[in-house]
């Protein structure tokens, strides 16, 4: 079905990386505009290998993010694209909901105020739980407030990238596996980009190279003020037998001074139930385990001053997950905050992700997609959660943004 080499040969669009925001790109520019040659490369033997592929399958809602910020407004706008997408495909999802649970009295202002955002977000039917409603939506839950979230969903996100694919081909769109991006060199009017096994040329470049998107623009843009940071998030599942201590998706109240969501528990659409992530710092960009070690990588997220500031002024949280990811005792005393009645025996070890997380100079991790270009080039350079389900808008957006260089 895909391709691994061919002779060299000239697009009108190249996008580099076959996660699901390169593949949803890939697809809109399609439907836009047919008369576009397109390429999309992706450097492994398949496509969504990466953070698409080990994330946990939650249709988000939008009511985390800042109103009129690029996540808020690409969420929405994706949600709604998502489900349609899944409805005239066929490809199976669960509106089932979801609570977010505060567990101290110094969390319900922060519940309170993301039960607002969620509103000024345009979510309906959004509900404020006592400590007696919240067992109605989850009998196991111990929690003072919450707030019912009625539109997050689950999804198998492969599934989703692998129909995105399928119609990028079936739309003479060209997928090349196998295909890592050495160079990309400006001559002119053009680019050359150069691979592992070939050279093309094309009028523009889109990066959407994910855990890899700042090194793929500094290529182009050599002053870039942002570097990714590898931050792994591991997982335990639910023993079978315990599986029934979760109907569906049970959130904590989210620290506001980070961009994760904290450990929660997740049905997923393949069956079985998620317990985590935490957020520790991946001593690889492709770090699935603690034993992945790149000692350049690592030095270089070492290396990088906004890091270095991050690591300086949160370090007492960023200990409490690293003391997590080497202790069981430790993640299950997290989830017991939620679920009570847990136990290190009910927990058996689950997989990971690793999550792209763009860091500026200045301390800042960057709380917001960010998307910037020049006259041949745009890059992708911090998609994480909710990227997965903004991935239609995030297209669009970009896909927009190509059709207009490109005129």
């Not at 009028?203 to 959407?208: E, F, K, P, R, S």
């Not at 994480?384 to 903004?390: D, H, Q």
Request: charged content about 25%.
């Amino acid at each position: 079905m895909f391709h691994t080499n061919d002779i060299d040969l000239k697009y009108d669009i190249v996008i580099i990386g076959g996660g699901i925001v390169g593949l949803a790109t890939a697809l809109t520019l399609r439907k836009k505009n047919p008369n576009y040659s397109l390429l999309l490369l992706e450097k492994e033997d398949k496509i969504a290998k990466h953070q698409t592929g080990n994330n946990s399958g939650v249709i988000h809602s939008g009511l985390y993010y800042k109103p009129g910020s690029l996540k808020a407004k690409n969420c929405i706008n994706g949600y709604h694209k998502l489900v349609d997408f899944c409805d005239t495909n066929d490809i199976p999802y669960d509106l089932c909901g979801k609570v977010v649970v505060a567990t101290s009295k110094n969390e319900i202002p922060l519940m309170n105020n993301l039960f607002e955002r969620g509103k000024q977000n345009g979510l309906k039917n959004l509900t404020i739980l006592n400590k007696e409603e919240i067992k109605e939506y989850e009998p196991h839950v111990e929690g003072i407030g919450g707030i019912h979230v009625p539109q997050t969903g689950i999804v198998d996100y492969v599934k989703v990238s692998e129909k995105y694919a399928e119609l990028i081909q079936s739309l003479d769109g060209e997928i090349k596996l196998n295909e890592k991006v050495k160079d990309i060199h400006q001559q002119g009017t053009t680019n050359i980009i150069r691979t592992n096994t070939s050279e093309y040329e094309s009028d523009l470049v889109i990066n959407c190279a994910g855990l890899y998107s700042d090194k793929i623009a500094r290529l182009t843009e050599k002053k870039l003020n942002v570097k990714i940071i590898p931050f792994r998030g591991e997982y335990y599942k639910l023993t079978k037998v315990k599986e029934s201590l979760v109907k569906n998706l049970i959130y904590p109240v989210p620290d506001p001074n980070f961009p994760f969501l904290g450990v929660h528990f997740t049905r997923m659409m393949k069956g079985g139930v998620e317990a985590g992530p935490n957020a520790v710092l991946a001593f690889s960009r492709e770090g699935y385990k603690k034993s992945n070690v790149n000692i350049l990588e690592l030095i270089e997220s070492l290396a990088w001053p906004g890091f270095q500031k991050v690591a300086f002024k949160y370090w007492k949280t960023g200990m409490g997950e690293m003391y997590r990811s080497f202790s069981k005792s430790a993640f299950t005393k997290a989830l017991q905050k939620l679920i009570p009645e847990i136990t290190e025996a009910d927990l058996t070890e689950g997989g990971a992700g690793v999550r792209a997380q763009a860091c500026d100079k200045n301390g800042g991790l960057i709380d917001d997609f960010l998307i910037f270009e020049d006259n041949k080039t745009i890059n992708v350079c911090n998609a994480p959660s909710p990227a997965a389900t903004s991935s239609l808008s995030i297209g669009e957006t970009v896909a927009e943004m190509a059709l207009s260089k490109l005129k």
